[in-house]
C-alpha cells in the first residue's frame, strides 16, 4: 500500500524559512508528487509537483521565486523548500501521489488526480 508522509512543519517568523519532507513507501515505482496547501478558511490550493526526473511545475504565482521542490529517488524523500516566507503562506501542506498507475509520472494542478495523500503538516508564519 503506496503512503505518503510529511515532516518538518512548524512556527518561523515572517522571512524564514522552512523545508518539509514527504516519505513515500510501499511501492519501488517512482511517482510525480504534488504539494498542496489548505490555508483556514480557504479552499486547496495546488503550489507544486516534481516529476520522476527532477522537473517542477509551479502552480501558484504567489510562491515563484520562493518555494522549490527536490527530491531525492535513492531515499524516496521530496522536499519542499520555503524560503522569505510571508504570514498567508500559513496553511497545512500536503504532499500527494497520482492515483492512476498508469499516469503515475505525470504531475497535475487538480487534487481529484491525487489518489494518495500524507496527513498533512501545518505550517504557522507569524511574529
Known amino acids: 500500500q503506496l503512503q505518503l508522509a510529511e515532516s518538518g512543519g512548524g512556527l518561523v517568523q515572517p522571512g524564514g524559512s522552512l523545508r518539509l519532507s514527504c516519505l513515500l513507501s510501499?511501492?519501488?515505482?517512482?511517482?510525480?508528487i504534488g504539494w498542496f496547501r489548505q490555508a483556514p478558511g480557504k479552499d486547496l490550493e495546488g503550489v507544486l509537483c516534481?516529476?520522476?526526473?527532477?522537473?517542477?511545475?509551479n502552480y501558484a504565482d504567489s510562491v515563484k521565486g520562493r518555494f522549490t521542490a527536490s527530491r531525492d529517488n535513492a531515499k524516496n524523500i521530496m522536499y519542499l523548500q520555503m524560503n522569505s516566507l510571508k504570514p498567508e503562506d500559513t496553511a497545512v501542506y500536503y504532499c500527494a501521489a497520482p492515483r492512476s498507475l498508469f499516469f503515475r509520472e505525470t504531475c497535475s494542478s487538480e487534487a481529484a488526480q491525487y489518489g494518495y495523500w500524507g496527513h498533512g503538516s501545518q505550517v504557522t508564519v507569524s511574529s
Open positions: 516534481i516529476s520522476p526526473s527532477g522537473d517542477t511545475t
Open positions: 510501499g511501492t519501488t515505482l517512482d511517482y510525480a
